[in-house]
């Protein structure tokens, strides 16, 4: 019997006599790491019964935003340990890539569907919500505990120049649209498009920057470090990637529920389709960035920390955005996607870009400067709510006819 066996030194307890040492189930979730943080899975099959048990969309809705969270905090988990292995430079990379896939996904849906406002406000959220609330979340949360944290000013003065490009990516067809008005809708098109094939080659190159001719700029101290990184990581290339594409996957569909209920909720919750997309939507899908970034602030790992929050932000405007832009393409009745957004989302961009670029161009933070840059997202988050609902064609009522009013004057006689 179990109860009655001897293990040998060195032999797993729960491994039997000739066979290799396994890892037991909860170990690849850590449990015992994440706490009671796992007990949120439950509200994955909850989502799912609700959808197909057509529920009302508030409950879908709440049960997908919630079953989101302990998904991210898992890609958190295995992004760590993957960085451990490969540095945080591609460490960085790869929690920008699986925090954005989702989005990528819901986006991609929503693009074919003619929903063109609703993906670019949550381009918009996205990227403000990343260099505003991921960032300054990441430097209040581990300013407190750190009085004052450093990380490469170099690369995060890199990666603040690249946000500038791609705030210029926004702003010129916006100028454009304003100089060729409606009249112009072929010559935008064509604009938009070569716009984002630039920005995809732009974001090309600083991958090549940042992976291959410069990496000493994102991987510090990689081969000094290497021993203690190899010690404090737990699991192995092969165990993270699986948690990590797996998480994305469940990740992915139920993005796709809470999407589906977005519409349906910001009705019955009285807010804009554009609050929704720009803030609620954006907060949820960014969910990863979110807890891996904290996390990695409160351990004083800001290179990685910063990398992520910018990182992200920069695959969305220039990676992202341009791949929906050329798919649109692809769409036979709705016609393509351009790169006009409206006027606040571009003021937003730029402001969120140059704040960061600030705050990130002396290699130090503090809890303040996290402050100040929450305060900045509340204050877009703000004008966004009060932001009144575009009207669209359908809804404008035509002016009543006017009927011809009798003459006042003296009347000549016949």
């Known amino acids: ?33 994440a ?35 302990p998904l991210a905090g898992m890609m958190g988990e295995a992004t760590e340990q993957l960085a451990h292995k490969l540095g945080p430079g591609i460490g960085g990379l790869l929690n920008a890539t699986f925090g954005n896939a989702a989005e990528l996904i819901i986006a991609l849906f929503a693009l074919f569907r003619g929903l063109d406002d609703v993906v670019k406000a949550s381009l918009t959220g996205s990227v403000i919500g990343n260099l505003l609330l991921v ?30 490009l791609a705030a210029v990516g926004m702003l010129v067809p916006a100028i454009f649209n304003r100089l060729v008005g409606a009249e112009g809708a072929g010559l935008q098109h064509k604009l938009s498009a070569w716009v984002s094939v630039l920005l995809i080659a732009a974001y090309a190159l600083n991958l090549l920057f940042s992976l291959r001719t410069h990496k000493d700029l994102y991987n510090p101290g990689t081969e000094a470090a290497a021993s203690a990184a190899h010690a404090e990581g737990t699991w192995g290339v092969r165990r993270s990637a699986i948690v990590l594409l797996t998480a994305t996957a469940f990740v992915a569909g139920m993005s796709e529920i809470l999407v589906g209920a977005v519409e349906e909720t910001s009705r019955a919750w009285g807010l804009t389709e554009v609050f929704v997309g720009v803030i609620v939507v954006a907060i949820i899908g960014n969910a990863a960035e979110h807890s891996t970034a904290i996390l990695m602030a409160l351990k004083d790992k800001m290179d990685l920390a910063v990398g992520i929050a910018m990182g992200s ?25 351009d790169l006009v957004f409206t006027t606040l989302e571009v003021v937003a961009v730029i402001l969120a870009v140059l704040i960061a670029r600030m705050v990130a161009e002396d290699g130090e933070s ?4 996290g402050a100040m840059l929450l305060m900045m997202y509340a204050i877009l988050a703000v004008a966004f709510f009060f932001l009144p609902q575009p009207r669209t064609a359908a809804q404008i009522e035509p002016a009543p006819p006017t009927t011809p009013t009798p003459a006042t004057g003296p009347s000549r006689p016949a």
């Open 35 to 69: 706490g009671w943080l796992h007990l949120l899975l439950a509200a994955v099959p909850v989502a799912v019964v609700l959808r197909l048990a057509h529920a009302p969309a508030a409950w879908q809705f709440l049960a997908s935003a919630v079953a989101i969270v």
């Open 135 to 164: 960032l300054g979340a990441s430097l209040l949360a581990g300013g407190i505990k750190h009085r004052v944290q450093r990380f490469n000013k170099t690369a995060a003065g890199v990666g603040g120049t690249m946000l500038v």
């Open 313 to 337: 932000a920069l695959q969305i405007a220039m990676f992202v955005a341009p791949v929906l832009v050329l798919a649109s393409h692809l769409r036979a009745a709705a016609g393509p996607m």
């Open 366 to 369: 503090n809890w303040l400067e």
């Open 1 to 33: 019997m179990a109860r009655n066996r001897v293990n040998r030194p060195g032999a797993s307890p729960t491994a039997p006599e000739g066979d290799a040492p396994r890892l037991p189930l909860t170990a690849w979730i850590d449990l015992r790491r």
